[in-house]
């Protein structure tokens, strides 16, 4: 079963409705995680960024493994150093497994049906080079991969970024990925989207049954 849900911000201007809808869905998106997540849960976070969301899902485990993904080495170390700052790196009870690599290229250490969670934020790192950005077909392969690692009852969280150009051949694809599996029986699916703005964030929410 597949839902569409409409995330709505009135505002004249709509710089902040951009705004809004990104760090209102983004808030959305940690409460779902939140929910899903047990003790000992073991996750995913395939776009590193600059940490903030692998930070997030640290606090939320306290306990478990946390698999991190990134290209760039300078995301890695900002992730790091986040996770430091905030006396995440080192928590007794939390693995955390950082790796320089596509998240299409997942580490062998996964095995399949082992992970409670996977979260995708895609486009490129802030205040990096916005050149360096997620690519469809690598996004897409990383997904249709991702899903078969998934427990039952495992999710896949995915805000896609429309805003750029590469975003929106991304945001495409995803959406039509996302609407493909409908036909599969085990997996259930909501969307979360601003209708103020074509090229407002959206989050795509996967669940197997």
């Given amino acids: 079963m597949f ?6 911000y009135k505002s004249p201007d709509p710089a902040y409705n951009f705004y809004m ?4 869905l983004l808030k959305f998106a940690h ?6 997540l047990l003790k000992n849960s073991r996750v995913i976070d395939a776009t590193a960024g600059n940490g903030h969301d692998t930070a ?12 991190v993904f990134d290209l760039q ?3 890695l170390e900002n992730t790091k150093k986040l996770l430091q700052a905030k006396g995440l790196w080192e928590q007794p009870a939390l693995k955390i497994h950082c790796f320089q690599k ?20 895609l486009g490129y790192l802030p205040h990096g080079d916005k050149n360096l950005t997620t690519k469809t077909a690598t996004t897409l392969l990383s997904l249709e991969r991702a899903l078969k690692l998934l427990k039952p009852q495992g ?10 150009p590469e975003g929106v051949q991304e945001s495409r694809a995803v959406a039509l990925w996302f609407e493909n599996l409908k036909n599969q029986e085990k997996i259930k699916g909501r969307l979360f989207f601003s209708a103020l703005s ?12």
């Fill in 73 to 75: 080495k300078t995301a």
């Fill in 56 to 67: 997030a899902l640290a606090q939320m485990l306290g306990k478990g493994e946390l698999f």
């Fill in 198 to 209: 074509e090229k407002a964030p959206r989050l795509f929410w996967l669940e197997k049954t």
């Fill in 31 to 36: 409460s779902l995680w939140k929910k899903k």
């Fill in 21 to 24: 809808s990104y760090f209102n």
């Fill in 102 to 121: 596509s998240h299409a290229d997942f580490d062998p250490l996964i095995q399949k049906g082992s992970i409670d969670l996977a979260v995708y934020n």
């Fill in 3 to 8: 839902k569409k849900k409409l995330c709505l």
């Fill in 155 to 164: 999710a896949l969280s995915i805000v896609a970024y429309p805003g750029h």
